[in-house]
């Protein structure tokens, strides 16, 4: 049976990728993964596919063990991999609970590492896995150092994979937006820490370009001239440049 497994799928970046796989990718089973049934059996009805809906909390081991059994006893061949679940929190490092801090590494790196290892040995030639990075990862980001940091760690992991997986004929790409207006602000704005915001994708553009990038064969999705232009700008100029510039934004000295 193949499939596609999608994680964070009740809304935002998740959603959309289960949106459009579902109509272009062949697969016969989709496993919708998210903490809230309810959007995921309302997701499921979107659907022209078959659903299994797997309410999981993915920052827990017994939800991580869970799926790899899954995996086992159903021996599927996985087509998609969306690592779409993660979350942020803006704000300074110290005024952040460290339980939300730890929470965030635990969901945004510990579990898709630990995902993508599970799910690899049920990949096949022309498997594709979508790893969700961000802007954020091609510079350190005052504010945002946790989340930022760990977006790093998707993009640098990610690409990685993509080279040693390039023999077998299984994709890896890291999706790394800008702005996307999604439910995850709803729980990252805490207060006005952050309040510049130069420009919103939704999340229909960023999984169009992606699905896009990753039949041109590329190991990064980047939507948006404007992101583009400012990745490129960060691998030009000095770190220390960037973050002043990024802190006079958002009027912090």
């Not at 078959?50 to 059994?69: A, F, G, H, I, Q």
């Not at 300074?92 to 965030?104: C, L, R, S």
């Not at 890291?174 to 704005?189: L, S």
Request: positive net charge.
């Amino acid at each position: 049976m193949n499939i596609a497994i999608i994680t964070g799928a009740s809304s935002g970046m998740g959603k959309e990728f289960a949106l459009r796989i579902s109509e272009t990718a062949n697969i016969e089973e989709m496993w919708l993964i998210a903490r809230r049934e309810d959007k995921l059996k309302m997701l499921a009805s979107q659907l022209k596919i078959p659903c299994r809906v797997l309410p999981m909390d993915l920052t827990k081991e017994e939800s991580l063990s869970e799926l790899k059994n899954l995996l086992s006893q159903e021996n599927p061949v996985v087509k998609v991999l969306v690592n779409a679940g993660g979350y942020g929190k803006f704000g300074a490092f110290n005024d952040i609970p460290i339980e939300e801090q730890m929470g965030m590494i635990d969901l945004n790196c510990k579990a898709l590492t630990q995902i993508t290892y599970f799910v690899l040995p049920y990949t096949e030639k022309g498997s594709q896995i979508y790893q969700l990075g961000s802007l954020s990862a091609f510079q350190p980001v005052p504010y945002i150092g946790v989340y930022g940091a760990g977006k790093a760690y998707v993009l640098s992991f990610s690409r990685a994979l993509n080279r040693e997986l390039k023999r077998k004929g299984i994709r890896v790409m890291a999706v790394c937006p800008g702005w996307v207006k999604t439910e995850f602000f709803d729980r990252a704005v805490r207060d006005d820490t952050i309040s510049y915001y130069n420009r919103f994708y939704t999340a229909e553009q960023v999984v169009k370009r992606a699905l896009r990038d990753m039949k041109k064969g590329k190991d990064v999705s980047i939507c948006g001239i404007a992101v583009r232009m400012q990745v490129r700008a960060t691998k030009l100029l000095p770190h220390k440049l960037v973050m002043a510039i990024w802190c006079k934004q958002q009027r912090k000295t």
